[in-house]
């Protein structure tokens, strides 16, 4: 049962999005006679990945093989769906066949040995394996692509969240620092890492927001995993333990509701109009109008288009396999 009703959630929106984005490939193919958009490259090659839900390795396959990882824009944000299955796979499994007691001690030790494992696991990748590409903005951006988004280095986050159901702890000052002081510690690392980065460069700190050699540089890729599963784990238990908290008060805003209904669909859709908006940013708003308010604009279409398009996906498309899942409920 819960399988099914994960599979009713999660199935068929994400395959909809790989059978719409290869249809327009084909259309592409057809019109320019060419692969514009890397989309018939990406399946052709990590389309099996995509398909088995694997595709947080594709840039061990890309490395391996020689392949360019970052043909095509239109898939990559995946691989977390990818790693969500396979902690579907996993763990209910490990629950049916371990008692709360051995599930506890199993998670304790795993959060205690993983970050060693991960360090291990990193110097290996870069000094003995030299998983470099010259595909992409940096050599070792694959590297850090599948450092980052293999489940292999984050099976300790999987352990933080079994442990979430099985402590007591009533501190709430406590709790509220740890959120505190784990959020400060990751912000003031990547803001630094990010300047030092854009230095290195040549550009804009703003334009190297959000690439993985943020977050791994000047050894932060040793700690800061770690500091990613004491944030989420300490904040999810917070607002479960605290119902009264004010921020669980202002994610009980209708808008937040709302967006909590929607939120798989925006992720599923955003990269599509991330590039159809960048289409219109530089080739028409950045022409035409001063740079700031050009960004502005950009943005604004962006986050609104996708916004009701994943709301008309989510209440003329979602919705039918959500009743079915509500029936088993």
Known sequence: NFYIKRFLRIIPLYYAYIFGIAFIGLILKFVTHGDPFGIIYELKNFGINLFTFTYNYKDLFAFLKELDHQKCNLFP??????????????????????????????????????????VAGFLYLRDVLHMTST????????????????????????????????????????LRWIVIGSTALIFVGQIYNM??????????????????????????????????NILASSLIYYLLKFPDSSLNKILKFPFFMEWGKIVYGIYVYHMIFVTITAIIFYTVLKVYLPLPIAELLYIALCFTSVYYFSKFSFYKFEMYFLNIKNKRD
């Open 195 to 228: 300047f030092d980065y854009a230095h290195e460069q040549g550009v804009s700190a703003w334009s190297v927001v959000g690439e993985h050699v943020v977050v791994m540089k000047n050894g932060m890729y040793a700690y800061v995993n770690t500091l990613y």
């Open 135 to 174: 595909h992409g903005k940096h050599e070792y951006e694959i590297m850090y692509n599948f450092f980052y988004r293999s489940s292999l280095f984050q099976v300790d986050a999987f352990m933080y969240g079994l442990l979430i159901p099985l402590v007591n702890y009533n501190n709430r000052k406590v």
């Open 77 to 118: 944000h995946l691989w977390s769906i990818s790693i969500e299955e396979q902690f579907y796979l996993v763990i209910p499994a490990v629950l049916f066949f371990l008692t709360k007691e051995q599930v506890k001690k199993m998670a304790i030790a795993i959060i205690i040995i993983y970050p060693f494992f991960r």
